[in-house]
T-cell receptor, first 113, second 113 residues
Framework: GENVEQHPSTLSVQEGDSAVIKCTYS??????FPWYKQELGKRPQLIID?????GEKKDQRIAVTLNKTAKHFSLHITETQPEDSAVYFC????????????FGTGTRLKVLA | SAVISQKPSRDICQRGTSLTIQCQVD?????MFWYRQQPGQSLTLIAT?????????ESGFVIDKFPISRPNLTFSTLTVSNMSPEDSSIYLC??????????FGPGTRLLVL
């Protein structure tokens, strides 16, 4: 069945450094790729998304890139801050039919002050 | 986006009992989903709650264990039946108000003794 692989599972960076999280999806029909941030004890919150007709999208310190040919997409966080510490999930879906999301396994990011 | 509430926020239950979780949305939405998130894990889709018809369950989840109601476009319930300690988890509902992005409720933290 469809799946999304996410790496790394844990990531520690020094404050001010960059963090990169990578995901690979299997369903070539996927056309929408959101990223969620989940702080401890909180709900997953959408932080950025990208559609299949776009290769890159940026929102302040956060950017996402998509390589449809390779079925890869990545989250880039620059100038990391302690409040960026959380678990990040990628997901892939097709925006038609069932709208089911396939989530990655999550990356626990720790930003060290 | 959408404003989503869940009740209860947390509960401690005895094995063999059942718990019904409510999900309320501030606008009418067609697509509503129920997820389970076990400690330190990703989000696992239990079922899609369809208004006016039976829920669609994912592999490994059955209606007898997780009956779902969807009486209208703003409300749904998930019941966890005949609970065992393995059902201890966070249960989240989500909606897709714009036919693209999922937004999550705050979750119900369940502990079964």
């Amino acid at each position: 069945g469809e799946n999304v692989e996410q790496h790394p599972s844990t990531l520690s960076v020094q404050e001010g450094d960059s963090a990169v999280i990578k995901c690979t999806y299997s369903d070539s029909a996927s056309n929408y790729f959101p990223w969620y941030k989940q702080e401890l004890g909180k709900r997953p919150q959408l932080i950025i998304d990208i559609r299949s007709n776009v290769g890159e999208k940026k929102d302040q310190r956060i950017a996402v890139t998509l390589n449809k040919t390779a079925k890869h997409f990545s989250l880039h966080i620059t100038e990391t801050q302690p409040e960026d510490s959380a678990v990040y999930f990628c997901a892939a879906t097709t925006t038609s039919g069932t709208y089911k999301y396939i989530f990655g396994t999550g990356t626990r990011l720790k930003v060290l002050a | 986006s959408a404003v989503i509430s869940q009740k209860p926020s947390r509960d401690i239950c005895q094995r063999g009992t059942s718990l019904t979780i409510q999900c309320q949305v501030d606008s009418q939405v067609t697509m509503m989903f129920w997820y389970r998130q076990q400690p330190g894990q990703s989000l696992t889709l239990i079922a899609t709650a369809n208004q006016g018809s039976e829920a669609t369950y994912e592999s490994g989840f059955v209606i007898d264990k997780f009956p779902i109601s969807r009486p209208n476009l703003t409300f749904s319930t998930l019941t966890v039946s005949n609970m065992s300690p393995e059902d201890s988890s966070i249960y989240l509902c989500s909606v897709v108000p714009d036919q693209e992005t999922q937004y999550f409720g705050p979750g119900t933290r369940l502990l079964v003794l």
